[in-house]
């Protein structure tokens, strides 16, 4: 799943999931519309944003964790600025990896694969 409130933004990350053929990804504006659908159709692995209003992408990763069910999915968070502080809570979070933006189609296909494996 593609977590964004940036149109651009979720076109970028959805373009380099077509490139590497990832099918079946479904995609959200923002974190509390991304938590109802997890809910109630899990997935895999979470690519998300960290800035949007309302639930940003660190606390779609927190309510994630707290969810029974979908507590254990991958979860990429999404940055344009990796701010020391926003890296050690999402580690603390269990964030499994993040790329920051701008971003190439071959550097989030490494941030994925050291997630999930090849691809």
Same mark, same amino acid.
């Given at each position: 799943?593609?977590?964004? @409130?940036?149109?651009?933004? !979720?076109?970028?990350? %959805?373009?380099?999931? @077509? ?5 079946? $990804?479904? %995609?959200?504006?923002?974190?509390? +519309?991304?938590? #109802? ?12 944003? $960290?800035? *949007?209003? &309302?639930?940003?992408?660190?606390g779609?990763? +927190?309510?994630? !964790? !707290? =969810?029974?069910?979908?507590? !254990? ?5 999404? =940055?344009g #600025? ?7 809570? &999402?580690r ?5 990896? *993040?790329? %920051?933006?701008?971003?190439? #189609? +071959?550097?989030?296909r ?10």
């Amino acid at each position: 799943m593609v977590v964004d @409130d940036t149109a651009v933004s !979720r076109g970028l990350i %959805t373009q380099a999931l @077509d490139w590497m053929q990832i099918e079946g $990804y479904r %995609t959200c504006a923002d974190g509390d +519309e991304a938590l #109802r659908s997890l809910v109630q159709k899990p997935v895999h692995l979470v690519i998300s944003d $960290y800035h *949007m209003p &309302g639930l940003d992408g660190l606390g779609l990763l +927190e309510a994630i !964790r !707290r =969810t029974r069910g979908i507590e !254990r999915m991958g979860f990429v968070l999404v =940055t344009g #600025r990796a701010d020391a502080t926003v890296v050690a809570k &999402g580690r603390a979070l269990g964030m499994n990896n *993040m790329i %920051t933006k701008p971003f190439t #189609r +071959e550097g989030m296909r490494d941030c994925i694969e050291r997630v999930v494996g090849p691809i």
